[in-house]
């Protein structure tokens, strides 16, 4: 099983990037895909994820309205766009994959949820927002 993150890189505040995570060695569309960030010194946060049809997907507050999250199946990737970055968005940028059914997600259990524990997780991918 293989997740490869790519596209982070230097970009100024105010900026976009689109980051991609390809999957490898596992039925892609069977499973939900999330990504997540970490910053130095900072606890790793859930970032967006999407199901494994498309059909849900979900952001955590920070990121609202400036990323978004999408899927080619055909492909096996997902992307994140993300706009108007700002510095606060730095860190290192990677994703996870897990199989649990999106048929039983709840409102207080998803992808994105504390408690949801994903299966696979790859490499991540720098991103740098500074002038």
């Known amino acids: 099983v293989q997740l490869q993150a790519s596209g982070g890189g230097l970009v100024q505040p105010g900026g976009s990037l689109r980051l991609s995570c390809v999957g490898s060695?596992?039925?892609?569309?069977?499973?939900?895909i999330g990504w997540f960030r970490q910053a130095p010194g900072k606890e790793r946060e859930r970032v967006s994820c999407?199901?494994?049809?498309?059909?849900?997907?979900y952001y955590a507050d920070s990121v609202k309205g400036r990323f978004k999250i999408s899927r080619e199946n055909a492909k096996n990737t997902v992307y994140l766009q993300m706009n108007s970055l700002n510095p606060e968005d730095t860190a290192d940028y990677y994703c996870a994959a897990d199989p649990y059914p999106e048929g039983d997600y709840t409102g207080s259990f998803h992808c994105l949820s504390p408690r949801y524990q994903y299966r696979y997780r790859g490499q991540g991918t720098l991103v740098t927002v500074s002038s």
């Open positions: 060695g596992f039925t892609f569309e069977n499973h939900a």
């Open positions: 999407i199901s494994q049809s498309g059909g849900d997907t």
